[in-house]
Nanobody, 114 residues
Framework: QVRLVESGGGLVQPGGSLTLSCAAS????????MGWYRQAPGKQRDLVARISSGGITYYGDSVKGRFTISRDNAKNTVYLQMNSLKPEDTAVYYC????????WGQGTQVTVSS
């Protein structure tokens, strides 16, 4: 069984930065693709970024150049460094993992507001 636990969300002013972390339990972490999705109120859940087991990354158009995804296989952890945050980045951010099936964390709230 895989369990994903996010941390690092909170309230930040526009232009600020936050780093989200996702700690994964289970033995699949090093071979699984990991990523982050987000869902704003009344909107669908969208892919923010993902990273393959080999370190290949993909970013959604709205976060390119501002967000960076990384992983530490020794710590079973994936990170999302978010810079130059905008009010439209406000959402619940979900950690995601996929191998033979999808796994989801419980979500962490990120609010960008002055």
């Amino acid at each position: 069984q895989v369990r994903l636990v996010e941390s690092g969300g909170g309230l930040v002013q526009p232009g600020g930065s936050l780093t989200l972390s996702c700690a994964a339990s289970g033995s699949i972490f090093s071979i699984a693709t990991m990523g982050w999705y987000r869902q704003a109120p009344g909107k669908q859940r969208d892919l923010v970024a993902r990273i393959s087991s080999g370190g290949i990354t993909y970013y959604g158009d709205s976060v390119k150049g501002r967000f960076t995804i990384s992983r530490d296989n020794a710590k079973n952890t994936v990170y999302l460094q978010m810079n130059s945050l905008k009010p439209e980045d406000t959402a619940v951010y979900y950690c995601w993992s996929t191998l033979t099936r999808d796994y989801w964390g419980q979500g962490t709230q990120v609010t960008v507001s002055s």
